[in-house]
């Protein structure tokens, strides 16, 4: 399984990026597809999870409202559009994938949750 981010760089304080996860050697419509990020010096955080029929959770206190995920599973591929970004986005982020276990199963949100990890893109957001 290979997770490749990218589309990371450097940005403005009111700007937009997009990231992108390209996804292969896993069933993609099976997984949750999830974005992480870390700072220096502070702990992964949870930023937004996809579902593979398009449930999505975000991080209420950071992100929503400036930041959407979504995935095309025809090509394999989620996606995080970062809108409205601050000086504090700037991080470390990370794709993830979670398997899909149960029909009922919860968006999750923690890194212990998935089970595949991409290799992480720059996110620099200057004042």
């Known amino acids: 399984v290979q997770l490749q981010a990218s589309g990371g760089g450097l940005g403005q304080a009111g700007g937009s990026l997009r990231l992108s996860c390209a996804a292969s050697g896993l069933a993609f419509s099976s997984y949750f597809m999830g974005w992480f990020r870390q700072a220096p010096g502070k702990e992964r955080e949870f930023v937004a999870a996809i579902g593979g029929s398009g449930v999505r959770k975000y991080n209420e206190n950071s992100v929503k409202g400036r930041f959407a995920i979504s995935r095309d599973n025809a090509k394999n591929t989620a996606y995080l559009q970062m809108n409205s970004l601050r000086p504090e986005d700037t991080a470390v982020y990370y794709c993830?994938?979670?398997?899909?276990?149960?029909?009922?199963?919860?968006?999750?949100?923690?890194?212990?949750?998935?089970?595949?990890w991409g290799q992480g893109t720059q996110v620099t957001v200057s004042s």
């Open positions: 993830a994938a979670s398997r899909i276990r149960s029909i009922i199963m919860a968006v999750p949100t923690t890194p212990t949750d998935y089970d595949y």
